[in-house]
């Protein structure tokens, strides 16, 4: 998911550099032979399998935090300040209007690439990179539509003529978020990934044009040119979305400081620091090229209770999202208190219930409204979070200043639940207890299977409240725990009535399009609960350029008050972070995902005393 940047971010700043911070680190602990690892390797624990290591077409907040240290974009965000910083491009753009031609009122971002930037081969870095690299984003057979969500407004790029490094993205329109979106995309090699150069007989102007695409996508169109065309990009994204390109060493390379060594499923993933690379030359200047640890192991932890003692036993340096419960718990244990310090900064997450919309027995607002009446949100976060969230009534963090703080959290009401239930024709005639309706003829029961993640402590907890609560509304739960990649792909291809989801956000202005729109209600879309609204669908356009920030809240208020009377999810809370960072390294917290950035890790130099 590319996420994007907000010119109100100032408004927040001090509220999230605050949370960065931390807990107050302990006091240094004593013993030079405290610490059981003592190379320069960096074991970071990842609560889930990552689905691929290929930053297009990932959707997997996981894989995020591998792909990052292997792919550079053109900038990212400051770990300290959150704003936009130089990474593979030499500075932010140079940002001027279009004021004539076929692009007249849309925006231009010009961009130049650092001389000293190399691939693995010694090939520059050139602007033939980034547009091979839009070529394979708006190629449509790429598996790559939650990333075209955001980028749907550019049309083509300019290569300087005299400077191979230095490019123009050219866009038709105005955009809330358009330099963060074109900055946010990360430059991939064409000589790996395309070493057929299949994509460089196909103009970038065809793929972004999407009455063109649609020719391409009728194969009664036909002439020689046209077909050509349609087999390069056909042949491309078949090889581009295969497993190879996303698993196998040797097909997956980037501009970043880290090459991929070796992926065992269930297990670990490994990176190794590249020698000689390019960013050393510069990393003085530009903070986001830094990369201290030799080698990067991420380790495949996904059961809470193993991750626990892989802390303790020091198998891993640093874990994210611990269960709030073993958190508080980690608080009062000397021995971890004296190896890693813990910290709480601001995530910019938010818990929910998805409720597939195009199920026969969700379809009805009156029956997802009942739902939410029989989670008690308050109960979840005292205690199973412990006090470590803060809920949430919509799709934004509560921190956004456009958070619509005037809709009052949905209470907890069993009555109030079986009324709505009653008001949609779902009321319990056979005396069995579970309310029912007929369907198409055919007498259903309000049976519903949610699936949760096996290993979340906190997901299987709330199952069970929530299927204890539901019976009092004549609701029947089913809990159906899964591995959270069969879960993802499930709610992928719409498999499912009901399931427990996060989505991760940056602290920046937010484009609903991915998560919201009807044209993002596809298999590798964001719509994973098949949302269709017109109204929705038009404030989202609106949104997504109306500059005018005031005007642009006004919106935002009105999309969230549609959705919270649609109720397509059922928003729990924004919960704090809770990170352990082993003392064996200099090393802080940020409020960028996930939490922790492990090429800033810095090793001691002896054990701290």
């Known amino acids: 998911m590319i996420h994007l940047r907000s010119i109100s971010i100032f408004a927040l700043l001090a509220l999230v550099l605050c ?212 087999k390069a990009i056909g042949d491309f994204a078949e090889a581009f979305n295969a497993p190879r390109y996303s698993r196998e060493k040797g097909f997956i390379a980037g501009a970043g400081p880290y090459a991929f060594e070796e992926w065992v499923t269930g297990q670990r993933i490994v990176l190794s620091r590249k020698k000689n690379w390019w960013g050393d030359q510069l990393s003085d200047r530009f903070p986001l090229l830094k990369a201290y640890p030799d080698k990067l192991s991420f380790i495949i932890i996904p059961d809470q209770s193993a991750a626990i003692v892989a802390l303790k036993d020091q198998q891993v340096d640093v874990s994210g999202q611990i269960d709030a419960k073993d958190f508080v718990d980690l608080r009062e244990n000397e021995l971890i208190r004296k190896l890693y310090n813990l910290h709480t900064p601001t995530s910019w997450v938010y818990y929910y219930i998805g409720m597939n919309n195009k199920s026969p027995k969700l379809a009805d607002k009156r029956v997802r409204r009942a739902l939410a009446h029989l989670v008690d949100v308050p109960v979840l976060i005292e205690d199973l979070f412990f006090g470590l969230a803060e809920r949430t009534v919509g799709p934004f963090h509560p921190a956004k200043p456009y958070y619509h703080k005037g809709l009052p959290p949905i209470e907890f009401d069993p009555g109030k639940a079986r009324q709505l239930l009653a008001e949609a024709g779902w009321e319990d005639t056979n005396g069995n207890g579970i309310a029912d309706k007929e369907i198409n003829g055919r007498r259903v029961e309000m049976e519903l299977e949610y699936m949760v993640s096996n290993a979340s402590k906190f997901a299987n907890n709330q199952a069970l409240i929530f299927q204890e609560d539901a019976r009092k509304a004549g609701v029947k739960v089913n809990i159906a725990p899964k591995e959270f990649t069969v879960l993802i792909d499930a709610a992928k291809q719409r498999d499912y009535e009901m399931y427990s989801g996060a989505w991760g956000q940056d602290p920046t202005i937010d484009d609903p399009k991915q998560l919201w729109h009807s044209e993002s209600d596809t298999p590798d879309g964001g719509n994973r609960v098949s949302f269709i609204n017109a109204e929705a669908d038009r404030l989202i356009e609106e949104i997504r350029v109306t500059l005018d920030e005031s005007k642009r809240n006004q919106l935002y208020k009105e999309f969230q008050k549609l959705i919270y009377e649609e109720q397509p999810y059922i928003f729990l809370f924004t919960p704090l972070e809770r990170i352990a960072i082993s003392r064996r390294f200099e090393a802080e917290a940020t409020a960028r995902r996930p939490g922790f950035l492990v090429n800033t890790f810095i090793k001691r130099e002896a054990s701290p005393k």
């Not at 870095?125 to 969500?149: C, S, W, Y």
């Open 19 to 230: 949370a960065c911070k931390g807990d107050k680190p302990q006091e240094e602990a004593t013993g030079a032979t405290l610490f059981r690892n003592q190379d320069n390797t960096v074991y970071a624990r990842l609560p889930a399998e990552p689905d691929r290591l290929n930053l297009l077409i990932s959707t997997n907040v996981y894989a995020r935090a591998v792909n990052e240290q292997i792919f550079l974009y053109l900038l990212h965000f400051d770990p300290e300040t959150l704003e936009l910083a130089p990474q593979l491009a030499k500075s932010r753009p140079v940002v001027e209007e279009i004021t004539e031609g076929p692009y007249q009122g849309g925006i231009a971002y010009t961009f130049e690439l650092h001389e000293e930037a190399t691939w693995d081969n010694g090939q520059p870095i050139t602007a033939g990179d980034f547009v091979f690299t839009l070529k394979a984003l708006f190629n449509p057979g790429v598996q790559a539509a939650n990333v075209r969500a955001y980028l749907d407004y550019i049309k083509d790029v300019e290569v300087d003529p005299e400077n191979p490094r230095r490019f123009t993205v050219l866009t038709d329109q105005k955009y809330i978020i358009g330099e963060t979106a074109v900055s946010n995309i990360p430059v991939l090699p064409e000589y790996i990934y395309d070493p057929n150069r299949l994509m460089r007989a196909v103009p970038l102007t065809h793929l972004t044009d999407t009455a063109y695409v649609a020719r391409l996508a009728d194969e009664t169109n036909g002439g020689a040119a046209l077909e050509a065309e349609r």
